[in-house]
């Protein structure tokens, strides 16, 4: 029996196993990462949280590496008025004026995508108001409005229909524009001068500009401006813990009966071997489906039926080769020497198939992380949880492959062939190493 | 130890196996084992002859716990033996089996290998258990012991495994040990090797030895009694030198002038032997059992009744008319 | 003791006819490629077989004879390193065919064979006697009913009682099988069969009758055996000669005559004190040590290390020397 050292040694000549073993260890160390960084219970809280969290991501964003092949993006810029050029004045009684002049430099051709103010104010009974208007590199002046600040506001100047009326064109692409260029964006140092009134002493208004890109981060936004490289961080641990789960979880489970099954024989035999033919018959998807909506589409849950539903099977494989292994003749030294039927099961016979048993689930994990991606891409997994299944759903359902918005799909599924590719390899291999001394079952 | 020293008695013995279709209905029996009665004193060597199907494994296993007796009585260092203390029984007897390397598990080292049947049977403190195996490793010569303790099956040759069997058979301190044809896997210069340690071991702890063999040469280097088997019955129970002078039964005298010495006369002659097979053990013959392959059977008699045991000379039983 | 010493390749060419034997097999080298190094399973085997003179090919597990039968039957694995030499059977050359000549025109016509386990060696799910038939379908092109009609026959001489051909393999005992298998390996009539551990695993009077069928066999019909044995009382039955292999080599080759009576090398010896004998009352020798790795075989005799006569010679490789009556023997005791 080769201990654990001389299969390592082993797996050193196979130079597929080796790439298998790195992507294998780069994933443990992203899980890793992913569950120290961002415990679970903030992942998902962020996960769902729609929106709010997530406002000042742009949405649909690609990531930020596609500026590296010279898309010319544009990236997200934020301008606060706590660190604006400020001028205060006052202007009567108990009105003061501060003018704030939030400057930036846009150095890219693209538009942006968005333009948002987010404004906190302080008052008593009356609000305060403010005045905006947009200087631009070649010093044209555009006067952009007024308005009133009561709390926490958020202007979305982009979306703003009058400013649209106003302009003639979207108010991202109108105050960007280059003039002799108009279907470019003219880079340059623009101003977004608001002057503050407020009526009241002790009140004031603090704001933040966010000029949204179209970039952001290492794997873009989706639809709900989540930053996708949290949820493709987060599918790693959630990938990997389930199908390791299910995979050795359901190939132990089948492993144990069958031995039993095939020790004993007589009525506890026939008996397994029918419930194997029963759930042969009944198929997956409509159970997960039918629990999933009688009960609760947990990932836990579907880790759960998944289980209960995979140990009743494999068991013809395995019992075939356990009962040809136990006409060795050791077992029956065993017996002679005193040795119970439960001893026997599980230190002589199971044992004796263990190298069956490892490579068949090392190969099967890939199995069961595409399972729960196939449940996420139809719609029947985690609603909740940030997995690369759910996360290629929401890209589907979008429509991204008609957007263009390629990298919402393809960045998830890499992830997911990635994986699978490093467990395969391995699992292969390790098939090659345990299996020719199997020979001699 | 009882007043007539003797370890092992068996009394009209009979071993049947059921026979079954479709797992429950009962269609017959194979009656492996018909009616065998001997008596085995301590520290004796007796051999048990006889081919396949002549029941000399099932006794084997009847004798050593693992398939209860259908009829008859076996009795062992005075109590008489049951389903109650088949675990008892296990315990007395070792076991050494004929395919070295599939006897031992291989994925247990040479220590855990000799450690199991003492942590099975709660026998002794760590301490001593250590120490058995350090004993029973040096007393199969399988030294220096530290080499040995970490090594698995596949990394010993094919006398050393089953110096490690007979290891193994004897760290219970066992009363009887029981061989089925421990040589005959092996290769012919390291048969001599084993037969002799068996030989030692079995003098150096007056054990009783059964050994079971189809092989009658290797008989008379290893012990002084020989019984043979033939359909489910012994036919014949000799010492060596009577069976092998002076074979009285017609299937031992069949058996020896089957079994060739390394001589070039051989090729010259034609053996003769009776044509035909061991017959079924689930419809056996009427009578004696061997009438149907017998050149000197007796009709009316032989295909009629079953042969008593008659003692032509003394201590030379056989089952046969020829000698009534 | 020979007067001078000649090499193996030698005694072939000095003998008057050569055309006379049946096999000649000259420097045979077959090595295998193994993950742990290259396996010297045979290394430089000469031998010559006359017509009807069959050879007990005797020595240990691992000793090469298994791989000298696949060398001469060509049933090869895919892992070879070498294999070179000659090998000529009545006047063919075999190393010179290709493998479709060699199996159109040599194997199951001139030369077949009947593997160790021969018994779990036939189909299950087809007849026994279609089986037995076969080889004539095949290599000679006969209509199904003539094929029958010679399986009949073939199953008369080998002892297997006609009405067995209509059954299946699992219907069949272990002994009846093995005549089965011979039976298919004697229907083409051939001229060499290449018997490998035969009787083996079978009861010891199916053993000797089978040994009284093959007996018959080869006085009736003009065949050679070339049996491959460990079961040195066994092989007397059969042999008119013997050769005796240990660690890849061939260390003697003699007459059977004097071999089974006093055999010329040491191990030769030593493997016949071994052997337990029932008429005879003598004390059994065994050897100490293990035979060598033949991955690197040692330099010089290869007996030497085990060996209780060895002297500073043995260090070198020895020649084969010729014996008194005939024979050969691979030791440095017999130079002058």
Redesign the interface.
Known sequence: MMGFWAVFAELRRHPSAMVGLVIIFLLLVMSIYAVIRIPYSEAVRLWRAGEVVWLENPRNAAPKWYNWFGAGLPETIKIETAAAERTEERVGESTKRVTYRLAFDFPYKRFPQELALFFTSTYTTVPPQLVLSWRTPDGREIPLGTRTVRGVERYVLSGDSTLLRRLGRAPEESLFSDPKNPEQALSGRYELVMDVYTFEPGASLSAKFIVYGRVYGWAGTDHLRRDLSIGLLWGAPIAVAFGFTAAVGIALIQFILSGIGAWFGGALDILIDRLTELRMILPLLPILILVGMLWSRSIWVILATLLMYGSIGGYKTYRAMFLQAREAPYIEAAKAYGAGNFRIVFRYLLPRLIPVLIPSFVLAIPDYVFLEASLAVLGIGDPILPTWGKIINDAYSMGAHFKGLYYWLLEPAALLMITGLGFAMIGFTLDRIFNPRLRSL | MPENNVLLSVKDLHTWYELRKF?FIRVGYVRALDGVSFDLRYGEALTIVG??GSGKTTLLKTI???VPPTKGVLEFAGKKVDASNL?WL??Q???V???PY??????MNVRRILL??MV??KVGRPAEREARIREVLEEVRLVPVDDFLPK?PHML??GQQQRL?IA?ALV?NPKLIVADEPVSML???????I??LMRRVQKAHNLGVIYIT?????V??FSERVFIMYAAKVVEKADVRGI?HNPLHPYAR???????????E??HR??D???G??PSLVKPPEGCRFHPRCTQKILGLCDREVPPEFEPSPNHFVSCWLYR | MAERSISAKETVRDQPNASQFLLNVSNLRLYFKTTKGVVQAVDNVSFSLGRRRSLAVLGESGCGKTSLARAILRLLPRNIHTFSGEIVLDGVDLMKLDEERFRREIRWRKLSFVPQAAMNALNPVLRVGYQVAEPLIVHFGLDRDEAFKRAEEVARVVGLPVDFLNRYAFELSGGMRQRAIIAMALITRPELIILDEPTSALDVLTQANIMNSLKKIKQEFDVTYILITHDIATSSELADEVLVMYAGQLVEHSPAARFYKTPAHPYAQKLMASVPTLREDKTLEFIPGQPPSLINPPKGCRFAQRCPYRFERCAEDPPAFSLDGGGVARCWLLAR
């Open positions: 797992g081919e396949s050593l716990g693992l675990l296990r315990r007897v070792g076991y089996q004929q395919d599939g006897a031992l598990p291989p994925f199991e049947p099975i049977n698995f040759s094919g069997v193994r219970l290769d012919a210069s390291v048969r001599v090797e037969l002799d189809h092989d009658l040469s290797t008379r280097y092998v069949a058996l020896l002038s089957a079994i060739p010495d390394p001589d070039h051989n090729a034609f053996k032997v009776p044509p097979e061991p």
